[in-house]
């Protein structure tokens, strides 16, 4: 018999669910509350303010791209392959459940969040910057150059998951990380 998902957990996945689609701006704990079946009371009781969901929120998509991440370099040490694995991540948010990346769209209100959140969105873009630019490094090239096409990459796709957003073409997203991983390669 599988474990039921706790309070807590259900709040925080409605809750992505609902951010990865409209915002973070665009739900109100009534909102979750009647998403999970439980009133704004108990929701304040796990996460006391919208602030605390929405750091939370930012902590566990973090860490769950972090282990992608990791299982990616254990899978393969080739670049190319590398980076296209990470595009897929990217790319089945948008097939499987018609969402954006969390900490995109948190990014795209960025001067309207509490700066904690603010704090864990900026935290998983330099992680992720990091990790390619790593991909990317090539021993005759400056570490400059990696860093600069990171920056590239990770922004066409996260430009490529918006402009794909507005016709749900999950073909048209892929057609550019095809592109963008040419590009930065």
């Not at 969901?53 to 190319?80: M, V």
């Not at 090239?141 to 016709?167: C, H, K, Q, Y």
Request: aromatic share 8%.
């Amino acid at each position: 018999m599988q474990e039921q998902p706790s309070t807590s957990d259900r709040v925080v996945e409605a809750a992505t669910s609902v951010v990865q689609t409209r915002g973070y701006n665009g739900f109100s704990y009534a909102d979750i509350a009647d998403m999970v079946g439980i009133r704004t009371s108990s929701l304040h009781h796990h996460f006391p303010a919208k602030g605390d969901l929405g750091r939370e929120l930012a902590i566990r998509y973090r860490r769950a791209f972090g282990e992608a991440l990791a299982d990616i370099e254990s899978e393969t040490d080739d670049r190319i392959a590398r980076l296209q694995r990470y595009a897929e991540l990217y790319a089945r948010q948008l097939s499987e459940h018609g969402r954006m990346c969390l900490c995109g769209m948190l990014a795209a209100e960025y001067a309207t969040l509490p700066a904690p959140v603010q704090d864990e969105v900026r935290g998983f873009f330099d992680e992720q910057r990091a990790w390619l630019a790593r991909v990317l490094a090539e021993e005759r090239r400056p570490a400059t150059d990696a860093r600069r096409r990171a920056d590239v990459f990770l922004a066409g796709l996260e430009g490529a998951l918006l402009v794909a957003r507005t016709d749900g073409s999950t073909a048209r997203f892929k057609r550019t990380a095809r592109a963008l991983v040419d590009t930065v390669a």
